[in-house]
């Protein structure tokens, strides 16, 4: 790989990002960055954009030019608690430069999200299960932390269950909630955001199917709805939205893997995302290495199953959908790959475009918000 940082060559480029783990049998050495054209759907060569360990999941500010990293390996003087790493971004040639770093406060943390407001961020800490949320500088650097809490409970299976497993925290749409899925309890948390002070207070739960092992979880466009990806049940869970009051109500739970393929050993479920016109969901397969596609019936939430689409690679832990809704990227943790799909804006299938890049075990995939005066480019019909 090129040591030189790739510089956007017109408007109708952006940059994407990938995080990944380091070490062991990994070639990673931490953020790497390429250029995407979203006119032809090619990748670029990526280029290592900040030196760092193990940086499992990575945000970007929504209109600052920031990125944030968390990492698994201990902050500086802890024996246990990871660490989240704030970087600013240059808007030309891509280049992250570290702002600084703080605990997270729990161990393993797995998974990172901004606020709509750009104000502050909250994180997610696998192993103990716990989240907690910070303030964010006019820079994009952390401030003291606003809140931490501590799940409790366990779940049916003693192998994966014994104890609580936060594996994400997502904002509300307009920033007011703050949803925390929870694979070791089967629970989704639910926190009311406070703006002013960046402080997380509990106010209700859902529960999902003992055994699940709820992940990942997705917003609608409009804020109506919502999904969970269960990484341990091989479904998908789709909620009512109530925005007054943070409320979830389950509307379906659909399988992601076609019915006679539920009993291969080794499969497990990763990452949920929504196209951007609102008109189709997806949901990764590791073990089957494919995507599952989903349309929705805007009326009453309702999810139709498409199809399954192979990755090209193995196991995809992570992928997005690029800021125009016509190219999905799909990582392959296990192939080093990351490879492009064009997606049919009439059905939500996917197609193989061609374009393919490699990078080490690459987990975690996210582009760079357009600038308003790019999003001329976002044409999702």
Known sequence: MSSLLPTLASAAE??????????????????????????????????????????????IHPNRGNLYAVSEKPATGSAKEGTMTAYSLDPETGALTKLNERSTGGAAPCHVSVAPSGDAIVVANYTGGSCASFGLADDGSFTDAGSFHQHEGSSINPKRQKEPHAHSANFSWDGRFVFVADLGTDRIETYRFDAGTSQMSP???TRIEPGSGPRHFAFHPNGKFAWVINEMALTLTGFRYEKESGTLTEIQTISTVPDNDRKQPGLSTAEVQVHPSGKFVYGSNRGHDTIAIFRLDESDGQLAFV???????????????????????AAGQDSDTVHVFAIDQNTGALSDHGSEISVPSPVCVRFLPLPRDKRIYLRVP
């Open 203 to 205: 106010t209700g739960v």
């Open 307 to 329: 199809e399954v689409e192979s990755i090209r690679g193995k196991t995809p832990r992570n992928f997005t959908i690029d800021p125009t809704g016509r190219y999905l990227l």
């Open 14 to 59: 952006t940059f994407v990002y990938f995080g990944g783990y380091t070490g062991g049998k990994s070639d990673s050495q931490g953020i790497y960055v390429s250029r995407f054209d979203l006119e032809s759907g090619a990748l670029s060569e990526p280029q290592l954009a900040a030196e760092v360990s193990s940086p499992s999941f990575v945000a």
